[in-house]
């Protein structure tokens, strides 16, 4: 007898339809494991889990998942290159010291990359910034300035550049309304830029 | 400080069971000796299954012995791991048979110093051979195979329990389906070969020690072991796990008695610690497995690159620490996630806070019981093995 686990937030459930079944994936930055649960139970996929919080990674080992308390930042380089299918960061980007190293290390670890993360090009960020002058707090971004864990915030845009500088391509892309339903612009066009709270882009090497 | 003499109990009274092993082949240990035949002193908990797929192999840590979840057989203790092991814990018996076998070079029941060497008919003492934790585990894969079983469902223990876990992920990949090495290292480190070296300069400095030969000449050096012992405990603690069991209290005293008696509490603890240690433990015994701990370095066996050592490997493991454990701390188990990670091994890492030291692993912490158990629960079900009850 198998506990039903309980529904998938939205866009974790638009991330685990980009996974193949039967795959290696390691989510970074993986919280309380709901992602590897799904996919262990519904994908028979072999995932791995990384986390930074104590507290979310006794909580994955307790409910027999693979994780290792660890640092986006610093742990991935010991990963060889091609260990997993997919690499998994989910809306964490902004919190790494270095974007750029770690989105190197994904393409370089995992056959794909799946990246998603809080777009601060949305036009209530440049709404509050250009009319309020104050840091933008939104539903999305929800911390005042001086104790957000979003050190790198960046949008849509700009993390297609970033993707450009990396040599990574991006094979598909969903952007995302507030409510994380998929919106019909093109994922990385200056619509999207304008209009989605989130982007989720599936990621190879180029 | 009076100590009593340690009964020199032979394995045929103690509970459990004793098999003979090393016959007609000996073990080949890694100081060139072979040995054999020899016994291997061992006690299970639980039922194995019809397909021998449920064992649970426990491996003991320096000071401890295979009376994991009983009452210990000489000082009538609780066993050393009762919080983790039995019907429904963590290493539920219910689901699995628990073994635990006395390491060699032991005291209790499996060969070591102090047993009879069939050749001369006297104690080993010390012309008994220098041991490793490699020939720890060759002597534990003889019992595993004795016992009929082909692959154990896993391997764990804390400590220099630990490093016989990792050794048997390593020597033996496709033997063991998860191993969770608890509060251990891939090698000893300077500091912990250092207190070794502490505690054997104690048992040798002993003028009863009679350069090992202690046995046949009538003596026991309970004094240069008991305080081996006391240096070791304080190892095992921490700061404030002391601090807050004794602080500075005075033992059954109103004032300083300006003398060297057990004024603080901390003292006379240590002091009683010392004292029973003697009457369970052989001090020929603590220089052999304290020696075979210091020379444990898996990484200088794979030239320096510990994640060769679990290429390729199959095994699950869990590697579990302890924030306050400063003989076998994080960084040392961190070290070792790193090398699987390298070797893109399945692995689960968790620190669990804890302010008592390196001995945690044996107290009543329940987010480590809880992790261990969900680890083993997790496990148990890719193995294809039944359910919780």
């Given at each position: 007898m198998t506990t039903p686990l309980p529904p998938l937030r939205a866009d974790l459930s638009l991330i685990a339809e980009m996974i193949e079944p039967k795959s290696r994936l390691l989510d970074v930055g993986c919280g309380d494991g709901a992602l590897l649960a799904w996919l262990d139970r519904h994908k028979d996929v072999d995932g791995r889990g990384m986390e930074l919080s104590m507290g979310g990674v006794n909580a994955c080992v307790s409910n027999g998942l693979s994780v290792i308390q660890g640092d986006a930042d610093t742990d991935l380089k010991d990963y060889p290159s091609d260990a997993f299918d997919y690499v998994v960061l989910s809306q964490t980007l902004q919190a790494t010291r270095n974007p750029h190293t770690v989105l190197e290390d994904m393409a370089r670890i995992g056959r794909h990359a799946i990246v998603s993360f809080p777009n601060f090009g949305h036009w209530r960020v440049r709404f509050g910034l250009m009319f309020r002058g104050r840091m933008p707090v939104t539903e999305t971004l929800s911390a005042q300035w001086y104790d957000t864990p979003n050190i790198h915030l960046c949008t849509i845009r700009d993390f297609v550049e970033l993707c450009r500088e990396v040599g990574v391509v991006i094979e598909r892309g969903i952007a995302l309304d507030g409510l994380a339903r998929p919106l019909a612009h093109a994922a990385t066009g200056r619509r999207a830029n304008l209009f989605a709270e989130n982007g989720i882009y599936l990621l190879r090497r180029g | 400080m009076s100590v009593r003499h340690a009964p020199s109990a032979p394995a045929t009274n103690l509970p459990g069971h004793q098999v003979v092993l090393g016959e007609p082949e000996p073990l080949r240990l890694d100081c060139g000796i072979a040995l054999g035949p020899f016994p291997v002193a061992y006690q299970t908990y639980g039922e194995l299954n019809a397909d021998k797929s449920n064992a649970i192999l426990v491996c003991h840590a320096l000071t401890l012995d295979q009376f994991v979840a009983e009452d210990h057989p000489i000082t009538g203790k609780p066993g050393w791991w009762d919080m983790v092991v039995g019907p429904g814990k963590a290493l539920d018996t219910d689901r699995f048979q628990v073994i635990c076998a006395n390491v060699?070079?032991?005291?209790?029941?499996?060969?070591?110093?102090?047993?009879?060497?069939p050749e001369t008919g006297e104690p080993w003492g010390l012309d008994f051979p220098v041991i490793t934790i490699g020939d720890m585990v060759r002597a534990q894969k003889m019992l595993v195979d004795h016992l009929g079983?082909?692959?154990?469902?896993c391997v764990t223990g804390g400590s220099m329990g630990a490093m016989q876990a990792l050794e048997w992920a390593v020597r033996y990949p496709g033997q063991i389906f998860a191993s969770i090495p608890i509060a251990g290292a891939a090698r000893h480190t300077a500091q912990n070969i250092a207190f070794h070296e502490v505690g054997r300069q104690a048992i040798m400095a002993d003028p009863d020690w009679r350069g090992g030969d202690y046995m046949r000449q009538g003596v026991i050096p309970n004094r240069g072991l008991a305080v081996a012992r006391m240096a070791g405990h304080i190892t095992y603690l921490s700061e404030v796990a002391l601090h807050r069991k004794f602080g500075r209290n005075l033992q059954d005293?109103?004032?300083?008695?300006?003398?060297?008696?057990?004024?603080?509490q901390v003292e006379s603890y240590l002091r009683h610690q010392g004292m029973t240690f003697v009457e369970r433990f052989d001090a020929n015994s603590y220089l052999y497995i304290t020696r075979a701990m210091d020379y444990f370095d898996l990484p200088a066996e794979f030239d320096g690159q510990l994640p060769r050592a679990f290429e390729g490997t199959e095994t699950r493991f869990c590697v579990i620490s302890f924030t306050s454990d400063w003989l076998f701390p994080t960084s040392e188990n961190r070290a070792v996630v790193h090398a699987l990670n390298a070797a893109a091994a399945n692995v689960s890492f968790v620190e669990v806070e804890s302010d008592k030291g390196h001995d945690a692993f044996l107290l009543d912490e329940p987010e480590f019981a809880k992790v261990l158990a969900g680890f083993i629960d997790g496990c148990a079900e890719h193995h294809g093995l039944n359910a919780k009850r």
């Open positions: - | 060699l070079g032991g005291c209790m029941g499996t060969v070591g110093p102090k047993e009879i060497n079983i082909e692959q154990l469902f005293r109103e004032g300083l008695s300006y003398g060297f008696d057990a004024d603080f």
